[in-house]
Structures are given as structure tokens and as C-alpha cells.
């Protein structure tokens, strides 16, 4: 019985990890379904489980949320990105510094996945108009966005959880970890630009590739121009969001 009892938990946690995995059922669904299995087997029971939830965690995750989905709505996300689009000029290490350093500002105090859902797409409007392969571009990202996710209290659900579990503040958690992070994305922004150092050279010498970034940069503010923009929606979201940082 001893067994079964340390076996069972684990063998439940491994088919709903490999159904989280492989998108068999919906994520909640899944973890829900393994909950119920453990009750109904009577491993726990319907007050032990809830007793594991972290609840403190799922409503800091929930606000931000929804405060993130305002601000998106409002158009400040697009403003931030097709300013910079227009700062880089078109210039291949530039797309690369700029958009690393809003992608780890961004990840800090939004999810990831938002995060590179909103930059990717203009980096590789720009990069492909420039002729340029935006994979290492795209790539960057990626690890620039899960390095900024790790400054911020609520750059992650995991910090989430380890600051609940540890009594750290917002602002602790700021200061024990923003000073390490700082290092790793320069290093790591380093790193990335010295093994692409021959894709991120300047494109002054080819005049068509100037022109094209001049055109491009042009139906980019065209496009953005078309947006809807609430200022009063954005205004107010992200007062709450200082707010709620605060």
C-alpha cells in the first residue's frame, strides 16, 4: 500500500506532464483531471488539494493578465515597437540592440509569449524587406526575453512562486536578481552578435538595401497610422500597472 501511495502521485504527474507535452487535452484540463484522479483514488483529499493551490500566485498572475491585455489593447505595445523600427534606420546591429533591450524590458513586467508575439513580427518585416535571414534575429529574442523574464517578480509565473515561497518583496526580488541579470544580457547580446558578426554588419554599402529600408520604414508608419489608438485605455492601464508594481 506504501508503494502504490508513492508510486501513484507519480506515475498520474508523468501522463499529465506528457498530456501538457504533447497538447493532447487543454493544460487545466489536464492537471485538474490529475488532481481528481489522485481524490478520487483517495492519495488526498478534496482539502489537502485545495490547500496546495497558490492562490496569492494565481491572482498576481490573473491581474496581470488582464492589465497586460488592456495595455495591448490601447496600442502601446505597437507605438513602442514601430518607434523603434523607426530608430534602427534600418541598421542590422541596431534592430538587434534596440529590440533586445524593449524585449527585456517588456519580458520584466509582461509574459514572454505577449512579449515575442509583439516583437517578432516586426523584426521580421524589417528583416526580410532588408534581405536579411531573421532567424538568428528571432532567435535573439527568444533568449533575450526569458533572460529579461527573470529580473521582475512578475516576469514569470516561476518567480511568482519561488517570491510567495520566500517572502520576497517586489522590490527585493528587483534588487537580488536585476543586478545578475544585467551582466548575463549583455553577455549573452555579446556572444550573439560576435558569432553573426558577418550578418550584422551595416548595409550602407548597398544602396538597395537602403532604399528598401526607406520604403519599408514607410508602409510601417503607414500601417501604424491605420491603427486604432486609445489613449485614454492606454493612459489608465498603465497607471494601474505602476500601481500594482508598486
Known sequence: MEHSSVFLPILVFLVVYAAI????????????AGVGVLVVLRVTTEHHAV????????????GMMILVSLIKKSGFFT???????EITKGSPVKILVLFSVVTALMS?????VTTVLIIIPIIIELTRGMGLNPRNY?????????????????????NVIIGSKVGLSFNQFILNLTPTVIPVFIIVLG???????????PINTSMSKL??????????RFEFANIKIDK?????SLVCLFLAIL
Open 21 to 32: 507535452t504533447f497538447e493532447l487535452v487543454n493544460k487545466a484540463a489536464a492537471a485538474l
Open 51 to 62: 490547500g496546495y493551490v497558490d492562490f496569492e500566485t494565481l491572482m498576481l498572475l490573473t
Open 79 to 85: 507605438i513602442v515597437s514601430v518607434k523603434i523600427a
Open 108 to 112: 520584466a513586467f509582461l509574459d514572454n
Open 138 to 158: 528571432v532567435l535573439s529574442q527568444i533568449f533575450i526575453s526569458n533572460i529579461g523574464g527573470t529580473a521582475t517578480l512578475i516576469g514569470d509565473p516561476p
Open 191 to 201: 556572444y550573439i552578435w560576435f558569432i553573426n558578426r558577418v550578418e550584422f554588419k
Open 211 to 220: 532604399v528598401s529600408v526607406q520604403l519599408l520604414l514607410e508602409k510601417i
Open 232 to 236: 485614454n485605455l492606454m493612459i489608465k
